[in-house]
């Protein structure tokens, strides 16, 4: 026979009961105890000492240059920081505090005083670890330093608009700062705390998170060559009153940019008083009309075409050609009233190109342009970058199909310009640019038939070794080749074009031998003792070129022929001098 226990066990089960009813009502009371009776007790000492989370900043990313020269580093810092609540008890100690900043006692003073409610205030950031430390070691009661991290660039202004800066907070703001910005932070990290009321930290728990540091990035570039033209781009501003300019090196070979300076320029280090004008990086974010350099596209769209050799003749006499009530004009005379393709390029010849592309056709020199990257996305997705424009040949009608062959109707930046003669410089093919050192030879595209690009070449060096050719983009000890334009500028406000502000442009290419570094310069409003592309911008063309081959160890291949034998290989001779 099966019985309940509790029914032969009353009064245990009463006494478990009771027990339990004794139990729930000690907890009912101390609940009410500690939301009631307690609770401002208990509050304020959980605020007292209460456990928080304090980031700890990540050490962002080392940027440098293709030889491991530092472009962007990292430093930490102290920020010392007040309670100028906290520091109202310890006002005798304020004029050793000011001695130790290098700050005025009166001017402290007053600013504390101005401020005594406030929990925080910076007094000063950025100091050395050990300017911070010999600060805090004074006790000051209220002053508190943070670990920081700060960014240096050591290469100032030569740099700026390559590599750009961060922020306050260490985000990328500008350049390869911000743009590589997710490769180069890192993550922060978190460490427990415990702090009392007033934000003193009591006790360092333990670190919850470690940062994780940023990743380091190797730029193409190459900063011998970054100071460099950098150089020979500020002088030629100065001595040409200019407002502003471009230089671009590439490597035709890699497609990595290997120097990029612009004018005016910026020290990333000390960014007071900096104008917007400063801090465009001109060589990606301007757009401008390419002008004759152009007329190195088109020639290549002739000679693809397969109608045209260099030695054939188009007149150019009288140096006009109407088309209707527009007329295209050659502005120098040029040699004679029949030019061949290259005296075309020489005499830079407005009409002679235009019958050519007449001749073959809007749409070949539209898709040369296009395949070598005027008017396209780079790819490069570098901040504030501009695509430009190269209108779609079946909005050419006859004029636009003659402006648009020597330069005009379209819009491309320096890059843009730098990497489409980068691909006549490599017989044809064309390498992804690129501001990233790159380790392994690129894809490169064929896009240019090679026995054109190599004509190319040919012509492009007799515009400047030919007689009547742009003699001061010549580099000595080296064959080179290369195009110079003169662009009206188009007057803002109006559909036309300014009387008398010009832009002035040079690209080019070298050693002939085996052409490998491709240069665009680009000087905006030259106003001194002239304005044309050949004057202006061809001998800094000729000095960064020179800086450049010799830098890079390229063995010259223009030497006279008694230099030729200096160089070459030394025949080993007897030890007493052949003397017998
Ligand atoms: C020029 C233009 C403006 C736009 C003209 C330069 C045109 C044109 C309408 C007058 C100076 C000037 C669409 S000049 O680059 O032909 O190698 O340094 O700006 O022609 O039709 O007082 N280049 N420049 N033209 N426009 N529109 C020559 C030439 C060029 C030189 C000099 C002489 C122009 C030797 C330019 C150079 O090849």
Redesign the pocket.
């Known amino acids: 026979m099966m019985k309940l226990e509790g029914a032969l066990y009353p009064w245990r089960f009463r006494v478990v009961l009771g027990l339990l009813a004794l139990m729930v009502g000690a907890i009912a009371w101390r609940i009410v105890d500690l939301q009631v009776v307690d609770r401002a007790f208990l509050k304020g000492q959980g605020d007292a000492r209460s456990v928080r989370h304090i980031p700890i900043p990540a050490h962002r990313g080392l940027i440098t240059d293709r030889n491991g020269e530092p472009l962007a580093v990292s430093t930490p810092v102290t920020t010392l920081w007040a309670n100028a609540k906290e520091m109202q008890q310890a006002k005798a100690q304020w004029p050793s505090l000011a001695a130790a900043l290098g700050q005025d006692p009166k001017v402290l003073s007053e600013r504390l005083q101005a401020q005594a409610n406030k929990e925080f205030i910076y007094l000063v950031r950025g100091l050395t670890p050990e300017q911070g430390q010999s600060v805090l070691d004074l006790k000051v009661p209220g002053v508190y330093g943070i670990e920081e991290f700060r960014r240096f660039y050591p290469a100032g202004e030569v740099t700026a608009h390559m590599v750009g800066f961060t922020d306050i907070d260490d985000r990328g703001r500008e350049g390869v700062e911000l743009a590589y910005d997710e490769w180069l932070a890192g993550v922060a990290g978190k460490r427990q705390v415990i702090k009392d009321r007033r934000g003193r930290l009591i006790k360092d728990v333990q670190v919850t998170k470690n940062a994780k540091a940023g990743k380091p990035l190797a730029l193409s570039i190459d900063l011998r060559l970054q100071y460099l033209a950098n150089r020979e781009l500020r002088n030629a501003i100065v001595d040409n009153g200019a407002k502003a300019g471009s230089l671009v090196i590439m490597d035709v070979k890699t497609g990595e940019i290997l120097a990029m300076v612009n004018q005016p320029t910026y020290n990333p280090n000390n960014r007071r008083n900096l104008q917007p004008a400063m801090m465009r990086n001109r060589a990606m974010i301007d757009v401008f009309e390419p002008?004759?350099t152009m007329k190195a596209i088109s020639m290549s769209a002739a000679l693809e075409s397969g109608r045209w050799k260099p030695s054939d003749k188009v007149e150019v006499y009288p140096g006009t050609l109407q088309l209707g009530k527009y007329t295209?004009?050659d502005?120098?005379r040029t040699e004679g009233p029949v030019l061949d393709l290259t005296g075309i390029l020489i005499n830079?010849s407005?009409v002679g190109m235009s019958k050519i592309a007449f001749d073959i056709g809007g749409e070949s020199i539209f898709r040369l342009a296009q395949k070598i990257g005027l008017g396209q996305d780079t790819g490069l997705g570098f901040p504030g970058e501009r695509v430009g424009n190269l209108p779609n040949y079946r909005e050419w009608r006859k004029a636009e199909t003659a402006?648009l062959s020597?330069g005009?109707?379209l819009s491309v930046t320096a890059i843009q310009l730098v990497h489409a003669f980068s691909v006549l410089a490599n017989n044809g093919r064309m390498a992804p640019l690129t501001l990233i050192k790159t380790d392994k030879a690129p894809d490169t595209a064929q896009v240019i038939p090679e026995h054109v690009a190599k004509t190319i070449q040919g012509m492009l060096q007799q515009v400047i070794e030919a007689p009547r050719g742009?003699f001061r983009a010549q580099v000595p000890a080296y064959h080179v080749a290369g195009k110079?334009?003169?662009?009206?500028k188009t007057s803002v406000g109006t559909k036309g074009?300014a009387e008398n502000s010009?832009r002035s442009l040079f690209a080019g290419f070298g050693p002939m031998s085996d052409p490998r570094y491709a240069i665009v310069v680009v000087i905006d409003e030259p106003s001194k003792a002239g304005y044309?592309?050949?004057l202006v911008s061809a001998p800094v063309f000729s000095k960064v070129m020179s800086g450049t081959l010799r830098l890079m160890n390229i063995t010259p291949d223009n030497l006279p022929a008694t230099q030729q034998a200096a160089t070459a290989p030394v025949v080993p001779v007897q030890a007493n001098g052949g003397r017998g």
Do not use: C, H, L, P
Not at 484 to 488: C, H, L, M, Q, V
């Open positions: 002008g004759s295209i004009r502005v120098s830079s407005n402006t020597y005009y109707g742009v110079s334009g003169t662009a009206r074009y010009y044309f592309g050949g």
